[in-house]
């Protein structure tokens, strides 16, 4: 059962990581997930860290990657539930997320997600009446 | 990362089952998942098993248990996200899901839950009404 699912939930994207990432899996998912935001047309990234114990450089990496691609696809990345040892780990390793928008829980990512939402679609009507 | 983590969404939990149950972490879902709809006073429970390649009887009872003691704590349960193979492999089987909902994915589960809900709060009215 080496597969992450993308859940869809409205017009975002849920993915829940539960297994250790290896390299095949990370590039799987990243595929699965470009394509999966071009055919449901999502506009949100939702992904859930909770279980996931450590982040080292390949982690952090696979997630920052996950959120540049998606935003070049019209679509923002918020990473939820990242533990606080993982936090911990994190800084004291010096790792940083570009392009990564974080939550405390799955719950506030997708209020997060919605506020972000909001913010584009007031920006498009600005845009559309100056034109 | 022998865990699988419960996402609270609103009113609903969410847990999408990627790993290998077996008899330890059945149970430990189960205390986990009954805390949870207690805490957080949880109104519905949706379970994704798209990753699910094989659903045995120890599986359905699993399944069929947790339905059941979230619905003495108030709340549904639906399982989403059953493989053809799997619905093939559970009728063939003659296994019995009692008390399990089932909806296509999660998208449509929580479509199935909201619909639940909404019935419950317009029977609560009645039964105030006669009051």
Avoid at 28 to 57: C, H, N, P, Y
Avoid at 102 to 122: F, H, K, P
């Amino acid at each position: 059962m080496d597969t992450i699912p993308i859940l869809k939930l409205g017009d975002f994207l849920l993915i829940s990581i539960q297994i250790d990432m290896h390299d095949r899996l990370a590039l799987q998912l990243q595929d699965e997930l470009t394509a999966m935001v071009v055919k449901t047309k999502a506009r949100g990234v939702l992904i859930d860290i909770s279980s996931v114990e450590t982040v080292d450089s390949f982690m952090g990496r696979m997630l920052s990657n996950i959120a540049s691609m998606t935003q070049l696809l019209g679509a923002e990345t918020v990473v939820a539930g990242i533990r606080p040892a993982v936090a911990i780990t994190i800084v004291e390793l010096g790792l940083t997320l570009p392009n990564v928008r974080t939550a405390l829980n799955v719950n506030s990512g997708m209020e997060m997600l919605r506020q972000l939402m909001e913010i584009s679609d007031q920006g498009d009507d600005r845009e559309r009446h100056q034109e």
